[in-house]
């Protein structure tokens, strides 16, 4: 199906392309422009020196088209903001095409990016009063990664527990269960609406552009789940003409490194396709994207198919006026391979743990998880300084599991009404006010029939005094379960930015909160062998979050980027074994904890002297304590390095990328404590691209040393796999 | 989607500025590869003995007989002083304990105790079904206890004492299953 509607667009542009011949003395330019990354560049104008009137301008696959230019030599200018102009000279063959592929270098200036989910708003990076990462669509397309957690989990201070995101240590490992960061898909809260955790599989990372990580407390603005941190995944803005884009996954799986781990003869693989059209006019726009993958995985009982669609569509009625409606659908069918066997519970060949293989009462666990999204939204810039948006969403989830058999179905539909004025000079003043509501609900074997409101208001305010700007806000959360039970939460958080010549400091302070989430009050179940009940009295856990930072140019190859955070949570919501009243050992998800996080943030980008090579640092230090128990907080490690270097030659480009994450100190949930052999993670991730006009072919090599390890019990993390992407963008 | 950027001036000179070498760099890569050659999991072979840095008890059940269908899982776990109520049945340690593997002829455990002495080591077979306080004298049975080695009809006591206890071997036997209510009658 795929493969045929590939060759349909393919029929379509060679209808659709112009007709050649319409100026029979004239010559036209035409060609690629990319970075030193290999990655496409828009919005680059190019001119023909002597040739006036006559201006290309690159669009987001970096295409340009010049002419027509009169026959013979000219001098072609290549010019974007941030970037060094380039020239070039050629010769225009007389009613014929020439092409000129182009590759810009980095301008010696510190580039400030805008980032618009710190504020709510849009703002300058170093506007904003607490850290945010980001992962541009350069470094997507560099990574040669297929999913969004595989393209956030390299962002600095970033970690993903067998696929529980952490922020600075924010959420541990509860199983996927109530993620203290708030998943955005283009501003759009994105949570479960039953357990609270994140569908990461639920955006296709083709439609991605970039994604915002902002850490710490958000709640000011974003309300419940946004205690840790939140990321914000801004999809790609659909083009105006007809464009196309197809990728192209196949590659493998590394077979354990020792042979008395071996669980299978022949060698694991794993493939998709991606294939998205895009038509953009200046009144209407709108994209298509399908696609499909599949692994055999890289351990026993490990396949999955994944399907999905993607769609988005935009109307602009008038110059500062947009409505976008966009929407994706995923299904996701998986083996579940986890915990590994220990001795005794399969074919062990006398081996204490078997992490390849499965244990042999875990044979036949599998899971079918669908999800979807939809989301309208309506923008109105009415002036340079008012502008509004209004929108609606509907998110669903629905799993159903074999061996144990459960499911659930769950519903979240948001509404959102907000405005942001800038009165005054500039950018000297701005001021961001909000309503926004929700309906949770959850129908399940597991967690029962519920229904949860929400209706939140909030509203923060900055000023420039001087060189100084401050910030303050609040938000106000009430919510109602199944009709009754009413609470509220205020949240607020206060901020200054100050420029100074030792780089630009930011502080802030801020209160997080989480509500529990339906799954975590209304659980009843059986683990361990033990029963799960529920605890319908859960409270919010709240946090205090204290940030200190500096964002500092490098002279003019790099910046540095460090923090100092301070975190004290209280009533946090943590798995916690009890006894009844008979002394029946059970679990149950408490108000227990209260935990202080604290550390250091540094992220370094440079491009050192070597011409093509740019380099990138990011190190997370960590002291997580639980108070209640005065012990080291589970599932926090305490050093997280990620180095990062790439070079480019020409079309060529070859990078790497090196992950250490600390023996994680204490962990909970498992089976067998004793038994549990935890080491340091040390992956090195080894890439290379080649560019040649509209086609791109990477090379992955994730793991390249395989090197064995896990983060969470009994749960192998993956292999090396070997991938080979082929993108082909039109 | 905003995309501007906003151009800054070239930054002062600071002394952390200065440009890295090529040496540096190739260093830089060279240690990360370091790093990373160092060793991941690896092949262990079953232990015999507690695990370095392990505070309990550790050893081998033996099986005699073949394992009942209705079989949940078996545990061994150990009480600090013999239950003497049904209502003292859940003192026992560790609070969650490991079920045993069954597929071989014996098996190590491992059970995680705090410092203490404990007079009952006892393996504990599971029905299928929903454990409750309701339930508990039909679901759970002694299948085999730790004995002392002078007299193999009492308990044996086993002392944990900041390490981990070796060689509490005992014998486990499926077809000698004594129920709860065998020690806190009646029987239904």
């Known amino acids: 199906m795929t493969r045929a509607a590939g060759w349909a667009a393919l029929a379509l542009v060679c209808l659709l392309a112009p007709i050649p011949g319409a100026a029979q003395s004239t010559g036209v330019v035409s060609g690629t422009v990319t970075d030193t990354s290999g990655a496409p560049i828009a919005h680059v104008r190019v001119s023909a020196a002597g040739a006036a009137g006559v201006v290309g301008v690159s669009d987001v696959a970096g295409r340009y088209r010049l002419g027509p230019l009169a026959p013979g030599r000219v001098v072609l200018r290549f010019e974007r903001l941030a970037y060094r102009a380039a020239l070039d000279s050629v010769t225009v063959p007389a009613a014929d095409s020439l092409e000129l592929n182009v590759t810009l270098h980095a301008g010696r200036f510190a580039l400030v990016p805008v980032v618009v989910t710190a504020a709510k708003r849009s703002q300058l990076l170093d506007q904003a009063v607490t850290s945010v990462a980001l992962v541009t669509d350069s470094d997507l397309a560099r990574r040669a990664v297929n999913t969004v957690d595989e393209a956030v989990n390299k962002a600095p201070g970033v970690l993903f527990l067998n696929g529980q995101v952490n922020i600075r240590g924010s959420s541990g490992f509860v199983e996927g269960v109530g993620s203290r960061v708030l998943l955005l898909v283009d501003g759009v809260p994105a949570n479960e609406g039953d357990r609270g955790g994140i569908d990461w599989d639920m955006v296709p990372l083709d439609v991605a552009e970039r994604v915002e990580v902002v850490k710490g407390a958000g709640s000011s603005l974003y309300g419940s789940a946004a205690l840790g941190g939140i990321i914000n995944v801004l999809t790609r803005d659909i083009p105006v003409g007809l464009h196309g884009r197809a990728r192209a996954t196949g590659g493998a799986y590394a077979n354990p490194p020792n042979d008395l781990w071996r669980f299978r003869e022949s060698t694991g693989g794993l493939g998709g396709l991606d294939v998205t059209g895009s038509y953009g006019s200046d009144l209407v726009r709108g994209s298509l994207t399908l696609g499909g993958r599949h692994s055999d995985g890289y351990r026993e009982q490990d396949r999955s198919d994944q399907w999905e669609v993607a769609g988005k569509t935009a109307w602009i009625p008038a110059p500062g006026t947009r409505v976008t409606g966009s929407g994706s659908w995923t299904s996701h069918q998986y083996q579940v391979s986890s915990p590994w066997c220990e001795h005794g519970r399969c074919n062990d060949r006398g081996l204490a743990f078997q992490p390849f293989r499965i244990d042999v009462n875990d044979t036949g666990a599998y899971t079918r998880s669908d999800k979807g999204y939809l989301t309208a939204i309506v923008e109105r810039s009415a002036s340079a300084r008012f502008a509004w948006q209004a929108r609606g969403s509907w998110l669903r989830t629905h799993f159903t599991s074999v061996h144990p058999t459960a499911g659930a179905v769950a519903n979240r539909l948001g509404t959102e009404l907000r405005a942001t004025a800038r009165p005054g000079e500039g950018d000297a003043r701005a001021l961001t006010l909000g309503v926004e509501g929700a309906r949770s609900d959850v129908t399940s074997d597991l967690f029962g029939s519920h229904a949860q409101h929400e209706l939140a208001a909030y509203g923060e305010g900055e000023a420039r005094t001087g060189p100084a700007r401050l910030s303050a806000g609040a938000r106000l959360d009430a919510r109602a379960l199944d009709g009754a039970g009413f609470d509220a939460v205020l949240s607020p958080r206060v901020g200054v930015v100050l420029p100074t010549a030792a780089g630009t400091w930011r502080l802030s302070a801020g209160r997080g909160f989480r509500a529990p989430s339906l799954a975590e009050r209304f659980v009843s179940t059986t683990a361990f062998g033990l029963r799960v009940i529920p605890n319908p009295g859960l409270q919010s856990e709240t946090a205090w979050a204290f940030e200190l930072g500096d964002a500092t140019p490098l002279g003019s190859w790099g910046r540095l980027d460090a923090a100092l955070f301070w975190t004290e949570a209280r009533r946090l919501i943590e798995p916690t074994f009890s006894t009844d009243s008979f002394g029946v050992p059970r679990i149950q998800f408490q108000n227990v904890a209260r935990a202080r996080l604290r550390g250091l943030d540094l992220s370094l980008a440079a491009a050192p002297a070597i011409p093509g090579l740019t380099t990138t640092l990011g190190y997370t230090f960590l002291d997580a304590r639980d108070l209640a128990s005065d012990s080291v907080l589970a599932f926090r490690p305490k050093h997280l390095v990620t180095l990062g270097a790439d070079y480019a030659w020409r079309a060529l480009t070859v990078g790497a990328d090196f992950r250490y994450v600390s023996r994680i100190e204490r962990i909970i949930l498992a089976t067998n404590w004793a038994n549990d052999p935890r080491v340091a993670t040390q992956a090195l991730d080894l890439r290379a691209g080649w560019r040649r006009g509209p086609l791109l072919a990477r090379l992955l090599v994730a793991n390249a040393l395989n090197y064995i390890y896990n983060l969470t019990p009994g749960t192998l993390e993956p292999v090396r796999t070997v991938s080979v992407i082929l993108t082909w963008t039109y | ?188």
Not at chain 2, 142 to 152: L, M, P, Q, Y
Not at chain 2, 160 to 188: A, E, L, M, S, W
């Open chain 2, 1 to 188: 989607m905003e995309t501007a950027v906003k151009l800054t001036a070239p930054a002062r000179g600071l002394i952390i500025a200065r440009m890295p070498s090529r040496v540096s760099c190739v260093a830089l890569v060279a240690g990360a590869a370091a790093l990373a050659c160092n060793d991941g999991l690896r092949p262990t072979p079953q232990a015999t003995t507690c695990p370095a840095g392990f505070r309990g008890i550790c050893g081998t059940v033996t099986f005699r007989g073949a394992v009942p269908d209705s079989t949940q899982a078996v545990f061994v776990v150990a009480f600090a002083t013999f239950p003497r109520s049904l209502s003292e049945l859940f003192t026992f340690q560790p609070r969650v304990p490991t079920p045993l593997p069954l597929g071989g002829a014996s098996a190590l455990y491992t059970d995680t105790l705090p410092d203490g002495r404990y007079e009952w080591v006892v393996a504990v077979w599971e029905k299928q079904g929903v454990l409750t306080p309701q339930t508990a004298p039909t679901l759970l049975a002694e299948a085999g206890f730790f004995r002392d080695s002078s007299d193999t009809t009492k308990r044996g006591v086993v002392v944990v004492n900041g390490t981990g206890t070796d060689h509490v071997d005992f014998v486990i036997d499926f077809t000698n299953r004594h129920p709860v209510c065998t020690y806190f009658p009646p029987c239904p």
